[in-house]
């Protein structure tokens, strides 16, 4: 068994001791380890910029008359050569050497023995440079602002654990200078969103959190209770009636970045949690917000950029107006030879999706108009790569958007929609209180019927519009996804500095089960055994039963690679999926059924929590190279299943590893490959993203026959 954890924990024990050690000697030097205040009077970028415009003698040179500099932040490295001390200092705006000397400092040089990785300290100082060029601070005034009693993690290398990162940003932030500029644009993007509304008469406003109705959008909410009140109240989904009733009451620009809370599923591309930017025009219809979007966009990412070609996910996308509008219907007839605009009832739409062999979850609870999005987003969505406005949604999928004049079946609506990522939605409100009525009456009758996403009937919202409304144009974007988006991140949790994630002591206990678990020698059944048992679960004929194939076969090559027991392996990715028929609905169940069956099926631990931990969704850690290789290998054969149906024989000695490189970057392509779980099988591993898509695709071609490609 590995003990390396072990090892670090006793490290990181030791190293806390020893710099609490050195705080307690702090005190006895009569020194205050975390004193109130200090006067910083410049920042360290601003230091080395005014150095670059001085000329900088060497440091025996130095001149008492050049200026003097007072600064303060992180002692980030140390290294200590004898009564000459050089470190590097890092505040928020940047980091710079600073040189600490026996000859300047005197009795305080003693107190550089007690610096650790971490610690705060204020300097002051004239600059000069090292005879390899490097700006430098000789501090002449030292003073000690803050122990840290716990070691930065991996000092030269940065911290790379996604997990650490999300659940401590601090640290995150604080050693990796990609992370602060990834948080930098979306400040930028708040910034100019904000200034340029503003600008244009928009005016900032808050709106309630706590609803006694969920509405504003198609959203299953989150539910709490009012003590004081003792009614139940639900979290905001979307803040669009309230921004409505100011409109009611005399506002005519009203605009306002709110958090809104879904009870959703996660993914990388959502998140339960996020902010929204909404605003409302009134005398406005959807063509006049199409191109105040077109503007604001366009002129967002030149003001943050400085261009308007970006290279985004490896493409580069073009943000130079005019963006192509293109209607709903045409877009879905065409990815799928469905025209929606010649079925009147869900019934025939739902009928016609099944001969077409394209598979939608619940598609037997999913209204006309949820429907209709959801063939959307199966079949054309991922496939929009520049800004590209969608317009004429059904009005089904619009309870609170206005129908169009010359077809009414439809909503003045538009998405824009930019690499596959809606990232504005807006329309012509619905001002007519008793058609809102009537749309709000039938979104009660879908949920009735058990659409979870329909929305409540919200009676004070129609009594506001009874006081009578103008015209009005609404409009809302993702702030996550946009900057998610312009930073080429695959996950939104990397652009959100502190993202929801499962309490630590649930994993801590579960990491604690993992330590007990041994390394399997035996699987506990034999793979005849195994193939029964997945036979018993999944139809042979079904693709996930080939796909559950496909995987064992990978896994049996990766065992080989790694001098691995090839059964443990083989059955490890043959019974992966093994529950997916009885959790399809819920996803969060996925692998914690399948824990129930194998281990009453005798399996060994190690191979049921590979199994587990393999779906994302639990953000189990993974402490064996089994559970690792299972986690980001699965993915990847979906890929090369699908490069094999594209073919023209759909045959897997048809595809070649160069095809497979093509089309991961393709994101597009099999959009439903999470790549950013493949592209970690490099780091999990330690192979080249090549050579896996050599080893998967090889062996996958080995069973090309058993497996119908």
């Known amino acids: 068994m590995d003990n390396t954890a072990n090892t670090n924990d006793h490290n990181e024990q030791d190293d806390f001791q020893l710099r609490l050690s050195k705080l307690n000697q702090i005190k006895k030097l009569g020194f205050h380890p975390y004193p109130e205040r200090f006067d910083k009077k410049d920042k360290v970028a601003d230091i080395v910029s005014q150095a670059e415009k001085m000329k900088l003698a060497s440091a025996d040179e130095i001149d008492p008359a050049d200026p003097f500099f007072q600064t303060a932040g992180r002692l980030m490295t140390i290294r200590r050569h004898g009564k000459l001390v050089f470190a590097h200092l890092q505040d928020e705006s940047g980091r710079m050497q600073v040189a600490f000397t026996k000859e300047r400092l005197g009795e305080y040089f003693g107190l550089i023995d007690l610096f650790d990785l971490g610690d705060f300290v204020g300097v002051g100082g004239r600059l000069f440079k090292t005879h390899k060029g490097e700006i430098t601070l000789m501090v002449e005034e030292l003073i000690f602002l803050g122990k840290a009693l716990r070691q930065l993690p991996e000092k030269f290398h940065g911290l ?135 503007q604001l966009v366009t002129e967002m990412i030149r003001n943050i950029f400085g261009k308007l070609e ?39 739409l739902r009928a016609e999706i099944g001969r077409k062999g394209i598979e939608i979850d619940d598609i037997d609870k999913l209204g006309f108009g949820n429907l209709v999005d959801a063939l959307y987003k199966k079949v054309s969505r991922n496939k929009i790569i520049k800004p590209t406005f969608i317009i004429a949604h059904p009005i089904e999928l619009s309870p609170l958007a206005r129908a169009n004049d010359d077809n009414p079946k439809q909503a003045d609506r538009f998405q824009l929609v930019i690499n596959g990522w809606e990232v504005v939605n807006a329309y012509s409100e619905l001002v007519d209180p008793q058609e809102q009525r009537k749309r709000l009456e039938e979104q009660a009758r879908l949920k009735s019927q058990g659409d979870e996403e329909a929305m409540m009937m919200d009676e004070d919202y129609i009594l506001a519009m009874e006081y009578g409304m103008p015209p009005i144009s609404g409009w809302g974007m993702g702030i996550d996804r946009i900057v998610a988006l312009l930073t080429s991140q695959d996950n939104l949790k990397d652009v959100v500095f502190f993202p929801l994630m499962r309490p630590k002591t649930k994993l801590d206990d579960k990491q604690n089960e ?34 559950s194939l496909a995987v064992e076969v990978v896994m049996r090559a990766l065992a080989r690679k790694f001098n691995r027991n090839e059964e443990v392996w083989g059955i490890a990715g043959l019974l992966h999926d093994i529950d997916y028929p009885l959790t399809k609905k819920d996803p969060h169940q996925h692998g914690i059924i399948a824990e129930e069956i194998l281990t009453k099926e005798g399996l060994h631990p190690e191979i049921i929590y590979a199994i587990k931990a393999h779906n994302y969704l639990h953000e189990l850690s993974l402490p064996t190279l089994l559970a690792k290789a299972l986690y980001s290998v699965e993915e990847l054969t979906g890929l090369i299943t699908a490069c094999a149906l594209v073919q023209p024989d759909k045959k897997l000695s048809s595809v070649t590893v160069d095809s497979v490189k093509k089309k991961f970057k393709q994101k597009s392509f099999a959009a439903g490959v999470n790549r950013a779980i493949v592209q970690k099988a490099e780091e999990f591993l330690g192979l080249d993203l090549e050579e896996i898509f050599v080893l998967s695709l090889e062996a996958m071609q080995e069973i090309a026959d058993e497996i119908g490609l």
């Open 310 to 348: 970006l290279n985004i996910f490896g493409q580069t996308i073009d943000f130079s107006p005019p963006y192509e509008v293109v209607p709903m219907a045409e877009l879905i007839k065409r990815d799928s030879g469905i025209d929606i605009n010649e079925f009147d009832s869900v019934e025939g």
């Open 160 to 294: 790379k654990d996604q997990e650490i990162k999300y659940r401590q940003r601090y640290l995150d932030l604080l050693v990796n200078p990609e992370t602060r500029e990834v948080f930098k644009v979306r400040h930028k993007v708040i910034k100019f969103l904000r200034k340029f509304l503003e600008e244009n008469g928009f005016v900032e406003v808050e709106t309630p959190i706590l609803n006694a109705t969920a509405s504003g959008a198609l959203a299953k909410p989150f539910i709490t209770h009012h003590n004081a009140l003792d009614i139940d109240l639900y979290l905001r989904i979307a803040p669009e009636t309230y921004l409505k009733r100011l409109i009611v009451g005399g506002y005519e620009k009203v605009f306002e970045f709110a958090r809104c809370f879904r009870n959703e599923g996660i993914d990388p591309s959502h998140l339960q949690e996020f902010t929204m930017l909404e605003f409302y025009a009134a005398y406005w219809n959807w063509q006049d917000n199409l191109k105040f979007t077109e």
């Open 514 to 547: 993992t330590e007990k678990i041994e390394e399997a020698t035996d699987p506990g059944i034999s793979r005849k055994q195994a193939l029964e048992l997945l036979k018993k679960y999944i139809p042979e004929d079904d693709n996930l039963f080939k796909h």
